[in-house]
């Protein structure tokens, strides 16, 4: 039996075999294929419920396997995984555009559209057709025949780049070994990372010695602490240089191509580029609103980040006589400078921040402000022994959610941090069904000796992630396409990162930051040294985030077809928000995952923008005390459980009362 076809609730993780995929994926296109052509092939007039509703709940066995799998091919894969992924992702593809390209279909949703004002609409169903309207003539629908196949062809050999992108970038970081059998080689570095970097070795087969590898938890700490500058030049070139090596794992066609691909759609479509086609779905709204933006900032942060910069060098050249100073030696002497400045540092953090006592800290504070609580299970399948499952209930029982964390590094495991969902919220035939929701982390594990303790960085990540699980599993409307964190993408991170700003405070940090040793709660001059360093060097880390930003916009917001040489053109973009001298082995682009891999093209700006919303959300939090129940539910009312039934900055004013200011965050981060 394949556990896919059948109907399940939870994801049958320990029944599916990766055989299972592949006939799945083809039964359940065939299903929803029959469910559009009752749709179309329907003798009644369109109306709302018979072609919009209809639409909007067909696919669903093909979506919740959709999500399992590529769930899979981020967080546990391996190559059979990647093989399929390969082969359903054109199909996936084609089968969305039979969809939007589907005349008969598109017929009647557009009948449905134009007769919308005299249809007595709630605001949520408006907002469904307006979407779904748009959807299809924004993807073709309107296209002459010989223009839908080259579509058609365009999205196919995308879809399959993008995987390839992906791959390529996975294979490059799990390749990296750096294997050690100096001790002194490892000088500077905390115990903790010592040990974690001896148990590395022996589980890949040495019996001593130690390994560093591009994993965050392996590179980071080396970055930060190890003395050997020698040691970081050649890790900072080998993490920099991901995808730029001319070798068969190389990613430089690959953007090229996804660019090219992703513009000549674009035009194809009637925009200008692919950024116009993107923002204008965003709150944003056009690429001259995106780069006045960002360069309104700019303006703002670059005298920060070079006063910064030059304070950086000078400390650099007193303490070690460094001539140059090098990205392999800015972690280094930041948090040397750091530790003179504020007499702060993260390993004096970390026994405070168990993993298991930050994320009972997350829990605390999500039952304080919503009324949430957390239960541990042990009855619900996972796909791997390591992932942690919750049953997430209101103060009245009512069950709200499944909750998965999965927390450390593996090999079958992409980088970075995100939130997924196994199965959308959405209400049907007076049934309101329930998410299940997903954290996925690398931090730093444990070792012999400890437990895993976290940076402050990654209690900052987990709080961020749990964020966004809060705008999932807090989800409650009617249609599963508008449910959650389907949001316009510059609004999506606001709950993310809004939910970082209690990590800050005195109130917060007392719940869960105690001594994994002795249990002492931290101590409050550590709690200020904390909020004291929150804006060290944010001019530089506000530079760094407009660049990725303008690189994001260099390659979407122009004509990409004369490139030809990605780091050439890159440098260009990088022009303006330089501060270390250049590196020719290394390529930011060749694995900018974000944008050629995952869904932010034309977006990374939106990382800026939220935290406009965010600082100015959080703002009146602290004029009203952060756990006030009243702007807590405001929040959760008009942001959290609303997903994209209506337009954001709505949404948004009836929470605060008003549009968010710039001020708010350029005074939380100094650089007013």
Not at 137 to 150: F, I, M, T, V
Not at 224 to 237: D, P
């Amino acid at each position: 039996m394949n556990p896919l076809v059948e109907n399940f609730d939870l994801a049958p993780f320990s029944k599916i075999k990766n055989e299972h995929f592949k006939p799945a994926f083809l039964k359940a296109m065939e299903d929803a294929r029959a469910e559009i052509d009752a749709i179309t092939s329907s003798t009644a007039a369109p109306t709302f419920e018979n072609t919009i509703e209809a639409l909007e709940f067909s696919g669903q066995q093909l979506d919740r396997i959709s999500s399992v799998f590529f769930n899979l091919n981020s967080a546990e894969t391996n190559e059979e995984i990647q093989q399929i992924a390969q082969e359903i992702s054109p199909l996936l593809s084609e089968f969305g555009n039979d969809i939007t390209l589907n005349e008969a279909l598109f017929k009647r949703i557009k009948t449905v559209y134009e007769q919308r004002d005299d249809l007595d609409l709630t605001v949520e169903q408006r907002t469904l057709l307006e979407k779904r309207y748009k959807s299809f003539s924004r993807n073709g629908a309107n296209l002459s025949e010989d223009k839908k196949k080259r579509l058609r062809e365009i999205d196919a050999e995308a879809s399959k780049l993008k995987l390839k992108f992906g791959e390529n970038l996975l294979a490059e970081t799990n390749k990296y070994q750096k294997y050690i059998t100096n001790e002194a080689d490892l000088d500077g570095l905390p115990d903790g990372a010592k040990e974690a970097a001896a148990q590395l070795a022996k589980s890949k087969g040495k019996e001593e010695g130690w390994m560093l590898t591009l994993d965050y938890p392996s590179y980071i700490p080396f970055m930060k602490y190890a003395k050997n500058r020698t040691l970081r030049k050649e890790l900072s070139l080998a993490f920099g240089s991901k995808g730029f090596h001319g070798n068969e794992l190389d990613n430089k066609e690959n953007v090229l191509k996804i660019a090219k691909l992703r513009h000549e759609r674009a035009k194809l479509l009637g925009y200008t580029t692919h950024a116009h086609f993107i923002l204008e779905e965003r709150m944003a709204e056009t690429p001259e609103k995106v780069h006045s933006f960002l360069n309104e900032l700019l303006e703002k942060a670059k005298p920060a980040a070079v006063r910064e910069f030059k304070q950086l060098e000078d400390f650099a050249k007193k303490e070690d006589a460094i001539d140059r100073l090098e990205k392999w030696d800015g972690s280094y002497y930041s948090e040397k400078l750091k530790q003179k400045l504020f007499s702060l540092d993260d390993e004096q953090l970390k026994p405070y921040f168990k993993l298991e006592n930050v994320i009972d800290g997350v829990f605390q504070v999500a039952e304080k402000l919503f009324g949430l609580q957390f239960e541990e299970v042990s009855d619900i399948d996972k796909y791997h022994q390591e992932v942690k499952t919750y049953k997430v209930y209101d103060t009245d029982k009512n069950f709200i959610s499944i909750f998965y964390a999965d927390f450390h590094p593996r090999a079958g495991k992409r980088g970075g941090a995100w939130m997924t969902s196994f199965k959308p919220q959405y209400i049907r035939d007076g049934q309101n069904v329930r998410p299940h929701i997903s954290n996925v982390c690398n931090f730093t594990p444990s070792t012999p000796s400890k437990p895993s303790l976290l940076t402050f960085n990654e209690v900052t990540t987990l709080f961020h992630e749990f964020g966004h699980g809060l705008h999932g599993m807090l989800a409650n409307t009617t249609y599963p396409s508008l449910s959650g964190t389907s949001v316009y993408w510059d609004f999506v991170e606001l709950p993310s990162q809004v939910m970082e700003n209690w990590c800050y405070e005195k109130e917060a940090l007392e719940l869960f930051a105690k001594h994994y040793e002795t249990g002492e709660v931290i101590p409050m001059e550590l709690v200020q040294k904390i909020k004291d360093s929150a804006t060290f060097q944010e001019g530089m880390q506000t530079l760094r985030q407009l660049s990725f930003g303008l690189l994001d916009m260099a390659w979407h917001g122009t004509d990409p077809t004369n490139i030809t040489n990605v780091k050439e053109y890159e440098d260009k973009a990088f022009a303006d928000t330089n501060l270390y001298p250049e590196t020719p082995e290394t390529c930011m682009s060749t694995a900018f995952a974000h944008i050629f891999q995952g869904g932010y093209s034309s977006g990374y700006y939106s990382y800026k923008w939220a935290e406009v919303l965010d600082a100015d959300a959080f703002a009146y939090f602290k004029q009203e005390g952060i756990f006030n129940k009243e702007v807590a539910t405001k929040f959760k009312e008009h942001v959290l459980s609303k997903g994209g039934t209506e337009n954001p900055m709505v949404l948004y004013k009836r929470f605060r009362g008003a549009e968010p200011k710039v001020e708010a965050l350029l005074e939380r981060a100094g650089l007013l």
